[in-house]
Every structure is written in structure tokens, then in C-alpha cells.
């Protein structure tokens, strides 16, 4: 049966994000319950393509993600894969109606993280869309649940939010994404001088997409507020504590958010919505 065997793909999108993402694994599950598959399946989609490029450094990469780009677009015009996370994914993309210049812009950013490019401001933004944005414009898509006029709405929010997540990555994982890869995100960044200067100019950007961010998460539909909420809850006090770091420790260590703080977030959270305070 089709429906069995769509399940069990749904399974495996859902186990990715539980494996691969402890934050985001914490808001979907109190998404609305028709909300947190389709998530689910989004996340594996993306999660696995990232993969490619940041974990397999003793393959071809170029050709796997080749590959799988190829078997992404099979899947949307077939409308079958027998890859568990590509079949998923392409049943959300068509049920939703998800604009597959998303998916697109999505691998070129993936296709991007293979160079070594030096950024500047255009191919920053044109980065930063195709890797962060468009997910999020991804799960709108879901969370209106087809309805336009709510969707354009709230798309430049939820491009603010996508955005700001990326770059609070970028601060965390600079020290790694320039040993191990080779990468260097933010133009004009020279990270054997990473400045007080320099860490303060990117937070102040960053400051100002969550303050966007927010007005467009208080008007989500009922059942998706609460878990953007806390997704947003979980990278703003990630994001705090970044700022309390000196600009040389941003390059020494990864900073975290420990699983008690994760589960404050989560019960306070739950609390401002019940009682209206969202």
C-alpha cells in the first residue's frame, strides 16, 4: 500500500530531525499534529543535502550532491522516490504547493558551499536566501496550509527569521567552518584579527532581523506559533550568549545551549501562549 509505504518515509524524516537537531526537534513537536510531518519532511530534505557538503570530505562531493539533486527533481516530476527523504519531501512540496524555484535556490546555495568563494554582499544575500530563507518560506508554505493572502504576509518575516538563524550559525561555527572547510561567510572578515568591532557589527544586523522576526511570529496561524516561538526562543538566547563572548572565544570554542536551558525555553514558552502572552 502507497500509504504504508509513505509512512514509513514520513519515519524517516522524522528520526533525521530527532537525531540530527535537538532545538528544532523540541518545536516541532508542539506544532498542531497535521503541521509536524510535513516539517519533519522538510528538514530531512535539507538536512541531508547539507550533509553532503559538510560531512563527506573524503568523497566526491560535487558528484553526490550532483546525484541527489537530480533524484530531487525525479522525485517532483514522478512524483515517487525510492529514497525514503526525497519521497517524503516531494509529497509536501506538491500537497503544499511549495515553488520549486525554492528547492532550486536551496541547492545552489548547497552547490556554493563546495568553493572556497569569498563573499562579499550580494553573494552573501544570494547565499543566505537559498540556504536559510527559503526553508523558511518552506514551512510557511505549510503553516498557512494554502492560503495566499496569509502567506505573502508573512513572507518577509519569516525571510528575517530565516536569515537571522543563519548568521547566529555562522558566529557559532566560525571556528570550524574556517579549520575544517575552509569557509569565511561575513565580507571583509579577516579571522586571524576577528575584531570586538567586527563581532558588534554582525550582531547589530542580526538584532535587527529577530525584532522583525518577532512581529511576523505573533501573527503565525494557532497551531505553528508555538513552535516557531520557541525555534526563535532557543537561537535569541544562543544568540545572547555569543554576545556575552569575547570576539576571541568566538574562534577557540563552540558555544551551546545546554539541555536544561533547551527545556526552560520550552515550558516558558508553553506558558506565555497558554495564557496569551505570545
Do not use: W
Amino acid at each position: 500500500m502507497i500509504s504504508l509505504y509513505s509512512r514509513t518515509c514520513a519515519e524517516c524524516s522524522k528520526l533525521i530531525t530527532n537525531n540530527y537537531s535537538t532545538s528544532f526537534s523540541l518545536g516541532i513537536r508542539v506544532f498542531s499534529s497535521e503541521l509536524r510531518s510535513p516539517i519533519y519532511s522538510i528538514y530531512g530534505f535539507v538536512r541531508f543535502a547539507d550533509e553532503i557538503v559538510d560531512t563527506f570530505h573524503d568523497k566526491d562531493k560535487k558528484t553526490l550532491l550532483e546525484e541527489f539533486k537530480n533524484e530531487t527533481f525525479k522525485a517532483l516530476e514522478r512524483k515517487v522516490s525510492f529514497n525514503p527523504v526525497l519521497h517524503t519531501f516531494q509529497e509536501v512540496v506538491h500537497k503544499y504547493n511549495i515553488d520549486f524555484k525554492h528547492i532550486e535556490a536551496f541547492l545552489k546555495s548547497m552547490e556554493m558551499d563546495l568553493y572556497d568563494i569569498e563573499y562579499d554582499d550580494d553573494t552573501l544575500k544570494e547565499y543566505i536566501y537559498g540556504s536559510a530563507e527559503v526553508i523558511g518560506l518552506m514551512c510557511l508554505k505549510v503553516f498557512c496550509n494554502g492560503d495566499e493572502t496569509q502567506y505573502k504576509s508573512l513572507e518577509a518575516y519569516a525571510k528575517s527569521l530565516g536569515s537571522a538563524f543563519q548568521k547566529i550559525n555562522f558566529l557559532r561555527d566560525m571556528k570550524s567552518d574556517f579549520e575544517e572547510r575552509g569557509r569565511v561567510y561575513f565580507p571583509d572578515i579577516d579571522l586571524t584579527n576577528f575584531s570586538q568591532e567586527d563581532k558588534s557589527r554582525i550582531e547589530d544586523d542580526i538584532q535587527k532581523e529577530f525584532d522583525h522576526a518577532l512581529i511576523g511570529i505573533q501573527k503565525l496561524p494557532r497551531g505553528a506559533k508555538l513552535g516557531v516561538y520557541i525555534a526563535y526562543r532557543y537561537f535569541i538566547s544562543l544568540f545572547y550568549k555569543i554576545k556575552e563572548a569575547e570576539a576571541s572565544c568566538i574562534l577557540t570554542k563552540r558555544i551551546r545551549i545546554n539541555n536544561g536551558k533547551k527545556m526552560y525555553l520550552l515550558t516558558s514558552s508553553a506558558f506565555k501562549n497558554k495564557f496569551g502572552l505570545l
